[in-house]
């Protein structure tokens, strides 16, 4: 019996050190991770792509909004932020400030849920057994965020398609709104992606195959997206234990292919529901993409240096 306690103790210990390691130390541990894609037509130069998403803000979390606000020295040519940016109904002030000089850089947005509605507390077992389950919390000031993002020059793609030019390219992109409310509405901008444009870019902030499967069959280059949180709790050499969506484990996060001429990037985002602070073997994140030529000058061949051949580093 002494030895049955002593295990057990040792194991209620490395529970306790384990859970704190992942609400003190990862949750904070903020990184940007790198990563190359072959996508563009060919002969279009390199365009650095600076994907956010779920920032998850609260007004008093002045660490992330410290390194958020660091994020402009990576000058990126696009922003791209696939939503559930706010936490707080008073969140939409520190979400700006935060963002700082990057509304100053031509982006693009859909949201997510937790940009319409404030996360509420849960039964934490239904992360694992019952992910779909909704339960939503206060409405929040989704109106004045899209306000302050477009009012700097940001497109909203939030079941819009819309072209335009960064650094001589031009980019032909859509999005829909958050599939994991059921809110998305793909047929109001369904039809062939623009075959001229040096990147055709899709936006969703859960990346739901049933959507992902429309952009595809559309032709768009690249799908980004968020929601996952790179599964949040994720155990070594298995990954993700669930992506609180449709989209398999080894998708979770980073890049990936979808179909054979599709590429796929899913953030592992910034934040976390504050009933849910803990991060393990998956810390917050922000991705500058290099987008590149495709090697053949096709977006299928690029799609499989991407998949297969990814060049990702975190700093």
């Given at each position: 019996?002494?030895?049955?306690?002593?295990?057990?103790?040792?194991?209620?210990?490395?529970?306790?050190?384990?859970?704190?390691?992942?609400?003190?130390?990862?949750?904070?541990?903020?990184?940007?991770?790198?990563?190359?894609?072959?996508?563009?037509?060919?002969?279009?130069?390199?365009?650095?792509?600076?994907?956010?998403?779920?920032?998850?803000?609260?007004?008093?979390?002045?660490?992330?909004?410290?390194?958020?606000?660091?994020?402009?020295?990576?000058?990126?040519?696009?922003?791209?932020?696939?939503?559930?940016?706010?936490?707080?109904?008073?969140?939409?002030?520190?979400?700006?400030?935060?963002l700082g000089d990057l509304l100053?850089?031509?982006?693009?947005?859909?949201?997510?849920?937790?940009?319409?509605?404030?996360?509420?507390?849960?039964?934490?077992?239904?992360?694992?057994?019952?992910?779909?389950?909704?339960?939503?919390?206060?409405?929040?000031?989704?109106?004045?965020?899209?306000?302050?993002?477009?009012?700097?020059?940001?497109?909203?793609?939030?079941?819009?398609?819309?072209?335009?030019?960064?650094?001589?390219?031009?980019?032909?992109?859509?999005?829909?709104?958050?599939?994991?409310?059921?809110?998305d509405r793909y047929a109001t901008?369904?039809?062939?992606?623009?075959?001229?444009?040096?990147?055709?870019?899709?936006?969703?902030?859960?990346?739901?195959?049933?959507?992902?499967?429309?952009?595809?069959?559309?032709?768009?280059?690249?799908?980004?997206?968020?929601?996952?949180?790179?599964?949040?709790?994720?155990?070594?050499?298995?990954?993700?234990?669930?992506?609180?969506?449709?989209?398999?484990?080894?998708?979770?996060?980073?890049?990936?292919?979808?179909?054979?001429?599709?590429?796929?990037?899913?953030?592992?985002?910034?934040?976390?529901?504050?009933?849910?602070?803990?991060?393990?073997?998956?810390?917050?994140?922000?991705?500058?993409?290099?987008?590149?030529?495709?090697?053949?000058?096709?977006?299928?061949?690029?799609?499989?240096?991407?998949?297969?051949?990814?060049?990702?580093?975190?700093?």
């Amino acid at each position: 019996m002494p030895a049955v306690k002593t295990a057990a103790a040792a194991t209620l210990g490395t529970l306790v050190a384990g859970i704190g390691y992942a609400a003190l130390i990862e949750r904070n541990a903020f990184v940007v991770r790198e990563a190359t894609m072959p996508v563009l037509s060919p002969g279009s130069a390199p365009l650095k792509v600076l994907h956010v998403s779920d920032i998850h803000m609260r007004p008093t979390q002045r660490r992330k909004q410290d390194w958020l606000r660091d994020l402009a020295r990576w000058e990126p040519d696009l922003v791209v932020n696939t939503g559930d940016n706010l936490a707080h109904p008073k969140a939409v002030p520190a979400v700006v400030q935060a963002l700082g000089d990057l509304l100053a850089v031509p982006g693009v947005f859909v949201f997510g849920s937790n940009d319409y509605f404030a996360p509420r507390l849960k039964n934490p077992a239904n992360y694992l057994t019952n992910p779909g389950h909704r339960i939503h919390g206060e409405p929040l000031p989704w109106q004045d965020l899209r306000a302050a993002f477009t009012e700097r020059g940001w497109l909203d793609l939030t079941h819009t398609r819309r072209e335009f030019e960064v650094n001589g390219l031009r980019i032909a992109a859509a999005g829909v709104d958050d599939p994991h409310l059921t809110r998305d509405r793909y047929a109001t901008i369904a039809g062939p992606a623009d075959p001229t444009a040096n990147l055709t870019l899709g936006l969703t902030h859960s990346p739901e195959p049933r959507v992902l499967d429309r952009f595809a069959a559309d032709g768009y280059q690249l799908v980004m997206a968020g929601h996952t949180h790179g599964g949040q709790l994720c155990l070594p050499f298995y990954g993700a234990l669930v992506t609180n969506c449709e989209l398999d484990r080894s998708r979770a996060k980073g890049p990936s292919r979808w179909g054979a001429r599709t590429q796929l990037h899913v953030s592992a985002g910034i934040g976390t529901s504050p009933f849910a602070p803990v991060r393990f073997c998956c810390r917050p994140e922000a991705t500058l993409l290099t987008l590149v030529a495709a090697p053949t000058g096709g977006s299928d061949a690029g799609s499989e240096a991407g998949q297969s051949h990814p060049t990702v580093s975190a700093r």
